[in-house]
């Protein structure tokens, strides 16, 4: 397999439920070794695509091929290459952790001496060999999500899936996380994983943005960024909320957001702050405007038209 090649291609991908349109006729490519973000708002079709990806959802139209296998008519066999984890872990946990592992490698079908290695291997990696005893149940959230990771990638699959992993940890676990997604994609795998944060977004070597099911940006964190219409401010008031309401709808503005106590605000021609100015000033707000850093909240913004995830 040479690196240029496509891991995952998806075309015209769409999934219904009902009247409900969840995904809606994306077309995505993922390459070999590429740490692929999917970003997108609640509801914009994250986990469906993913599903759909992992052959564990039907299609209501579209074509996927995923490693070489399509789906779903190869599904079954595409399980045995990749690995699938979510925010939920899907543990075991009134079993030990060297039991949930030992499960996952029958059920993998490893052989004995090999599990044995393995598990071996990855209890150490993931800093759990001192907890092999432990229930499951009892770990933190850190080492839950460490346990996951090494259940998802027992098999050693050539693709990860990761659909929100880092949602219920604190924000250090976060970080060694994705240390360990980069040592694995050091190591050839490739990684999709979807984010509702910003600083994880930026660590991606590609991004996907979905809205309402449909893929609204796609390139590196770079490329989006230089694609972004317009500049950013940074307006510090002390009525942030009140600010944005002065300014809706102001054919100046292209996107804001609140971000802590300031509100952020993408605008596209130069003579945008005097105009911003002025409105702020005939509601009565006093504040303070300055230029900023474009950052990847502004593609997010500018592109879904939404509020921006929470701060990490
Ligand atoms: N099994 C289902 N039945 C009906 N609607 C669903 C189902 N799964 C997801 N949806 C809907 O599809 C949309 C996309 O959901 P989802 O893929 O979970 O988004 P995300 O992961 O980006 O938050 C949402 O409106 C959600 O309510
Ligand atoms: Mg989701």
């Known amino acids: 397999m040479n690196d240029h090649e496509l891991v995952i291609q998806a075309r015209g991908l769409s999934k219904r439920f009902g009247q409900l349109t969840a995904v809606d006729r994306l077309d995505l490519g993922v390459r070999r070794a590429e740490v692929f973000g999917f970003l997108g708002p ?20 579209g074509e996927i091929e995923v490693l070489g296998c ?14 699938y984890m979510t925010q939920r872990f899907s543990l075991y946990e009134d ?3 060297l039991e949930n592992l030992e499960f996952l490698a029958t059920v993998q079908g490893l052989g004995k001496a090999a599990a044995r290695q393995r ?24 080492q839950k999500q460490r346990l996951a990771l090494a259940g998802a990638v027992l098999h050693k699959p050539d693709l990860l899936l990761l659909d929100e992993p880092t949602s219920a940890v604190d924000p250090q676990s976060r970080r060694e996380f994705w240390d360990s997604l980069f040592e694995l994609a050091d190591a050839g795998t490739t990684l999709l994983v979807s984010t509702h944060y910003m600083d994880e977004a930026e660590r991606c070597t590609r991004l996907g943005i ?12 770079r490329e989006l960024l230089d694609a972004l219409p317009g500049h950013p401010l940074l307006i510090d008031c002390a009525q942030p909320r ?3 309401r002065a300014l809706q709808g102001s054919t100046a503005v292209l996107a ?57």
């Not at 695509?49 to 139209?61: D, K, N, V």
């Open 242 to 244: 009140q600010a944005q």
């Open 95 to 97: 079993l030990s952790v």
């Open 42 to 61: 609640n509801g914009s079709g994250k986990s469906t695509t993913i599903r759909m990806l992992c052959g564990l959802l039907l299609p209501s139209a």
């Open 256 to 312: 804001m957001a609140q971000i802590g106590a300031s509100l952020r605000v993408l605008v596209a021609s130069a003579d945008a702050r005097e105009r911003i100015e002025d409105a702020l000033r005939a509601a009565g707000i006093a504040a303070r405007i300055e230029d900023t850093q474009p950052n990847l909240e502004d593609v997010f913004v500018s592109v879904t038209r939404q509020p921006v995830p929470a701060a990490p």
């Open 119 to 142: 598990i071996a291997e990855l209890l150490e990696r993931y800093w759990l060999a001192d907890r092999r005893q432990q229930m499951a149940g009892t770990l933190s959230g850190g």
């Open 210 to 221: 979905l809205d309402a099911g449909r893929l609204v940006a796609d390139g590196s964190p």
């Open 70 to 83: 399509r789906i779903p008519r190869d599904a079954e066999a595409l399980k045995r290459r990749i690995g």
